[in-house]
């Protein structure tokens, strides 16, 4: 089943069904789409500088992902998001899945074709951002700093449940979503399905009016598959 540009009301109505995906032909062609222009030293020094920007932790492209190894996700459908019409759409991207399965090398390598078009792009891990906000509230720049997010064309936030959020921490998580709600695009990970996510956040309410957000125009995938880290022991034992 495909994934799709969701428009729900509430998020429990679909949003918690897994999906289940074919393999997909190889797309190296599209792939290649969009490449960073080399002819223009002051363009590739505007994207560099995006880049840099980002705070990416390190830099992954569609190309390196090896969508054999995840048969769970359908390739074209990822490939189709290096289009980048959700960023000007203002649309939202989810990857739910456990550890390990690629959800953030794909958030990555969206987000660094988002630099390459010129978009203002930011990558923050939810235990970062959530650090940032609840100092920010202390010493009175919270406006300041939910501004500064709300101003970027894409959020790129990473690891949704590996560490508990506090009920403070979630509601300043929901006013930086509100802000951004329909205004710039949200790509989030989590290894958590959305049925859980009112024990990250110990409080039902705050959970649901977030993925109430989040979902609204949003694609969905949920990756269901083998650790990446794993993937060299788990190929080597099979020669035994």
Known sequence: M????VRWGR?????????????????????DANPLPRDNPENEGTVKTKITKARFPFIKTMEEFDFSFQPSIREKEIISLGS???????????????PGVGKTHL?????????MAKYRVGFVTVQKLLEELLLSAKDGSLLDKLLGYSRLNL????????????????????????????????????????????????????AAAIIDRLVHH????????????????LRASTDY
């Open 84 to 98: 980048l019409d959700f960023v000007a759409k203002k649309e939202n991207i989810i990857f739910l899945g456990p």
């Open 11 to 31: 998020y429990h109505e679909q949003g918690t069904h897994r999906l289940s995906r074919k393999p997909a032909e190889s797309l190296k062609a599209k792939r």
């Open 107 to 115: 958030s990555i390598a969206l987000g660094v074709k988002a630099c």
């Open 2 to 5: 495909p994934s799709r540009v």
């Open 218 to 233: 949003a694609h969905i995938f949920y990756i269901n598959g083998t650790s990446y880290r794993l993937k060299g022991k």
């Open 155 to 206: 959020l790129i936030i990473d690891e949704l449940g590996y560490m508990p959020v506090t009920k403070e921490q979630a509601n300043l998580l929901f006013r930086l979503i509100s802000m951004r709600y329909e205004k710039g695009s949200i790509i989030l990970t989590s290894n958590y399905n959305f049925d859980e996510w009112g024990e990250i956040f110990s409080d039902q309410v705050v």
